[in-house]
């Protein structure tokens, strides 16, 4: 089993992300399932996203301490202190990132994939939404999802101009993600 946490604010569309890359999965055939944790409801409020994948059914329902992935979409939460604790070795970082990040931030990390989320969800959207983004760099630095199945499951929470918006969003983030590897 994968164990994916997504941190993000309140607004930024965290928890929806984890919904539409629990269905990509579920489409490709995996079994998945997602759900956030948050405290107080109010935009801009810190919140994290779970999302387990495997070829079984996943009976677990708790929240995520050992993470495979971290994907950050709000790039201020990077430099959280508690962002890393808890990863598993060979933890691959997907993060919201106008730079490329090249240092080993954590000792167990193999893997970072970066992208100007922020400015690509402006360009395509008009605001800086950047959850469908991420998701298109996440399956670029991981592998485990198909960037179609991405796109498929967008179909299921949007639809008309905004539909086509996230799909330009998505297919964004896979192309312009820079992955480094340690």
């Not at 269905?23 to 999302?51: C, D, H, M, N, Q």
């Not at 079984?56 to 992935?69: C, L, N, Q, V």
């Not at 991981?142 to 179609?148: E, P, R, S």
Request: glycine share 8%.
């Amino acid at each position: 089993m994968k164990e994916i946490k997504i941190h993000g604010r309140g607004g930024q569309g965290a928890a929806v992300a984890a919904r539409i890359l629990t269905t990509a999965l579920v489409y490709e055939g995996k079994w998945a399932s997602g759900f956030p944790v948050f405290g107080v409801e109010r935009r801009g409020a810190p919140l994290t996203a779970f999302i387990r994948l495997d070829d079984k059914p996943i009976r677990e329902k708790t929240k995520i301490y050992s993470a495979d992935s971290l994907i950050v979409i709000d790039p201020y939460l990077f430099h959280s202190s508690d962002i890393f604790q808890g990863i598993r070795e060979g933890c691959i970082l997907v993060v919201n990132s106008p730079v490329s990040l090249t240092e080993q931030y954590h000792k167990n990390l193999r893997v970072i994939g970066s992208v100007d989320a922020t400015e690509i969800a402006v360009q395509e959207i008009g605001r800086p939404i950047t959850n469908t983004c991420m998701l298109g760099a996440f399956a670029r630095s991981t592998g485990w999802v198909q960037l179609d199945s991405v796109l498929s499951a967008l179909e299921e929470y949007f639809q008309g101009d905004i539909l086509e918006r996230n799909i330009k969003a998505v297919a964004r983030g896979f192309e312009e993600t820079r992955v480094t590897a340690f």
